[in-house]
């Protein structure tokens, strides 16, 4: 579950576009990934739409087995209910996954990214679509050097 919630903070993506991505997919000499039917307000279905990773999405797909095609073989219940008891865990109270989306769209930005740059990344074809995303607090990146990283990236 950790590398999930590691993934999604650092790469942008919505839950069930993370289980649907596959090795196939992937082309880490790019480092860019197909996102499969990724959400869209028109397109429910064939909006296939490649977008970059960051450096730390990379490590977190390196780091994972190839046991089967996805590259998170988890089940979207399955990410709910452990995302929850770790949340429960923790005692973070109203927290939900969707969030990381918005935290790592605002991370991009507070490092100082072009709205390009982070639309690469996040996938939104409109400043209007991506600009619900950021929540800009501080500049800099917060992330960096951050140990929940590497224990993701380690911890197989």
């Known amino acids: 579950m950790h590398k999930v ?9 919505r839950q ?3 289980i649907r991505l596959t090795w196939d ?3 880490k000499e790019h480092k860019r990934i197909l996102v499969r039917d990724m ?4 397109e429910k279905l ?9 450096e730390e999405a990379i490590r977190i797909i390196d780091s994972m087995r190839k046991s089967k095609a996805e590259i998170f073989p988890y089940s979207p219940d399955a990410i709910t209910a452990n995302f929850t008891r770790a949340c429960k865990l923790l005692g973070i109270e109203d927290l939900h996954f969707h969030d990381l989306r918005h935290e790592g769209i605002s991370r991009l930005f507070e490092m ?3 709205i390009p740059h982070v639309a690469a990344v996040s996938g939104p074809r409109s400043w209007v679509s991506l600009k619900r995303y950021t929540h800009i607090r501080e500049t ?4 960096a050097n951050w140990l929940g990283t590497q224990l993701a990236i380690d911890n197989t």
């Open 16 to 18: 069930a576009e993370i």
């Open 140 to 143: 800099g990146d917060k992330y």
């Open 5 to 13: 919630i590691v993934f999604a903070l650092f790469s942008t993506r």
């Open 46 to 54: 064939g909006n296939d739409t490649r977008v970059d990773l960051p």
């Open 25 to 27: 997919d992937s082309h």
């Open 39 to 42: 959400k869209h307000p028109g």
């Open 112 to 114: 100082g990214w072009s």
